[in-house]
DNA sequence: TAGATTGTTAATCGATTAACAATC
DNA sequence: TAGATTGTTAATCGATTAACAATC
């Protein structure tokens, strides 16, 4: 195990892919399979995936390959699955509401334990059994509450202010799904959803660029 | 400029977010910039924003810098964003509804022109002025109408039936929300947005790794 | 003109792939 | 044991950063 340096963000993107790849294998009944193996269905190189793995520990064995759900499991704990985190949501519309009806994220231990807006016309309204708090109440909330990421479904500008109060009251994760960079503290991660730019990326794509 | 060879998806995944803080600048009455004055404020090195830029064309001046509303508009053209394009929804519950009613991506010239869902409850319901019709009806639909993007915003297996469809009825992009790999031909672009993987990347990284 | 700043080449850094000895 | 396949080192490839001549 290659465990000198810190891992590189490349390398955690990928893993739940194969996190995803091996819970397919599993529920098709493969029990072990091959860097090789793995590698034709992933459509990816097979030292990728040693030397992606090998970042965490030694697998593996020589002349077997690997089993299918110790490396499953093992993924599991590396991506932090093992444990269950408690979120809210601010902002209250359509994708806020959205994200509260997907049942897969709490199927993973993400739980959903509050919303937050301003509009007085949600404000207590319930979705998914998850009632709509107002804003105001955010701190207060924050500080009685064990809340481990906060979601951020709102406006640039009232996301830029909302931001802080999670920082200040001891967030671990902002999962940021408006239009601008949040600067925060080194320990809060960040993690950005830019539907916008990603729809870019298809247009940009689908037109080549043409001088 | 640097047309040799081929520009790289880092590139690329780079280009919205020039796009957007350059609109920010013009929205500010800044009408020019340097590399270095916006390399500051985007927390990038001013030679990745040269080296970048100029793999699309020579946008600036030397002892000057670059023009605000010109760069603006070079990559507004170069993602493709001076065009419209023709989207459809597949699967009209809460995510496909939510996408429907973000009105920021008509603003850049994406526009929702019909949602499909197979549930008959949800049928002939209509989401921010847009019908949702009969799955059943997709190919016909696909036929006599110019789409250019499908969103795939369904469970996986259905994602995976679906696909091939928009692919034979001529779909140049595929937006695919769905937590699976598709596999379509190399002139079809598919952006995918894995949300439980990207929730993944905080709590990998706000437990660190541990053993 | 002198100062500023680009466009671009060269240097560095990091990530991916190839190769193979170790070993199950 | 012989074959298979890992873990890991070495080689390659690509992306980022630094440097600077060109020039506005």
Redesign the interface.
């Given at each position: 195990m290659n465990n000198d340096k810190k891992?590189s963000v490349a390398v955690?993107?990928r893993?739940?892919?194969y996190?995803?790849y091996l819970g397919d294998l599993l529920d098709n009944g493969i029990t072990r399979i091959s860097s090789n193996d793995l590698s034709k269905r992933m459509n990816v190189t097979a030292s990728q995936i040693r030397q992606d793995l090998n970042k965490?520990?030694c697998f593996g064995q020589q002349g077997y390959g690997y089993n299918v759900e110790l490396l499953y499991e093992e993924i599991k704990k590396?991506?932090?699955?093992n444990?269950t985190?408690n979120l809210i949501i601010i902002g209250g519309?359509?994708?806020g509401?959205?994200?509260v009806?997907?049942s897969?994220?709490a199927r993973?231990?993400?739980n959903f334990i509050a919303i937050f807006d301003r509009n007085p016309k949600l404000i207590g309204l319930t979705v998914s059994g998850i009632e709509i708090l107002d804003v105001a109440e955010l701190k207060s909330f924050l500080e009685n509450n064990r809340v481990?990421?906060g979601v951020l479904a709102l406006p640039k500008d009232n996301a830029k202010q909302v931001a802080p109060i999670l920082v200040e009251n001891g967030i671990?994760?902002i999962?940021n799904f408006s239009?601008v960079?949040l600067d925060v503290p080194d320990n809060v991660?960040v993690?950005n959803?830019?539907?916008?730019?990603?729809?870019?990326?298809?247009?940009?794509?689908?037109?080549g660029?043409v001088?």
């Open positions: 891992i955690i993107k893993l739940p892919r996190y995803r965490f520990g590396i991506l932090g699955l444990k985190y519309g359509n994708l509401q959205a994200l009806n997907y897969n994220f993973r231990g993400f481990d990421i671990k994760g999962w239009h960079d991660v993690e959803v830019h539907l916008t730019d990603s729809l870019m990326q298809i247009s940009y794509a689908i037109n660029y001088e």
